[in-house]
């Protein structure tokens, strides 16, 4: 008899839409830095869901033609998508990004959470 296999969340990410991000590499050195800048996440897409929309980072300007007069030409500014590995979640009480993960508690649910890097302690996000 064939086992039957569960299927794994190894693709599934930790940040959420809404989450406090920082951008840890990216942008153009002189044009655009990024790097550095913090954001809440807009959205998360990608057919692995490896790709976030950042508020007010990665911008880039469409050139909109005119359609009709409802719709005038001009430029318009969007937030293009980029990679999830280029991105941590910000703690502002701590001024610096950290490394989400997963524990159980005492009743067996499951929390989001990082390791405080000083005292090196569980802190829970969800409640």
């Known amino acids: 008899m064939a086992k039957k296999i569960e299927k794994c969340d190894a693709n599934k990410p930790i940040l959420r839409r809404g989450d406090l991000v920082m951008v840890i590499s ?6 655009r830095p990024i790097k550095g800048q913090t954001g809440k996440i807009r959205a998360i897409t990608g057919d692995l869901r490896d790709r976030v929309i950042v508020e007010g980072l990665n911008l880039f300007v469409k050139h909109q ?14 937030e293009k998508s980029m990679h999830i590995s280029n991105v941590m979640y910000y ?6 990004p950290v490394r989400l993960s997963y524990s159980k508690l005492a009743d067996g649910k499951k929390v989001r959470g ?10 829970q996000l969800d409640s």
């Open 26 to 31: 990216g942008g153009h050195k002189v044009k």
């Open 114 to 123: 990082y390791k405080d890097p000083k005292s090196k302690k569980f802190v």
């Open 91 to 96: 703690v502002e009480t701590l001024k610096r």
């Open 65 to 78: 033609k005119a359609t009709g007069p409802d719709k005038p030409a001009g430029k318009i500014q969007k």
